[in-house]
């Protein structure tokens, strides 16, 4: 069955660095766009970032532009997000998403605290 597992969060300091894995089964990988969102306590699930099958097109959201970096690698099954300059804002789980087969799956996520 799909599944992605993410891990890579943990506790950091504000102007901080974190990089995020997003290991996927289940699908043929490749041919397959992928995103990161995020939630935060009390908040909505909101988009971080997404990246195309071949890698070649990314988006990010206005609160991560410059600050984050998603990438790929294809023949690891695998989805990465560089968080650069981390702010107490961007305290929340990561999950890893895809739209596969018309469904969208998710992962458990990954906590990232940004506390000094």
């Known amino acids: 069955q799909v599944q992605f597992v993410e891990s890579g969060g943990g506790l950091v300091q504000p102007g901080g660095s974190l990089k995020l894995s997003c290991v996927a089964s289940g699908f043929t990988f490749s041919t397959h766009g992928l995103n990161w969102f995020r939630q935060a306590p009390g908040k909505v699930r909101e988009f971080v970032a997404a990246?195309?099958?071949?890698?070649?097109?990314?988006n990010y959201a206005d609160s991560v532009k410059g600050r984050a970096t998603i990438s790929r690698d294809n023949a690891k099954n695998t989805a990465y997000l560089q968080m650069n300059s981390l702010k107490p804002e961007d305290t929340a789980v990561y999950y890893c998403?895809?739209?596969?087969?018309?469904?969208?799956?998710w992962g458990q996520g990954t906590q990232v605290t940004v506390s000094s």
């Open positions: 998403n895809g739209n596969i087969r018309g469904y969208n799956y």
């Open positions: 990246i195309s099958s071949t890698g070649l097109i990314t």
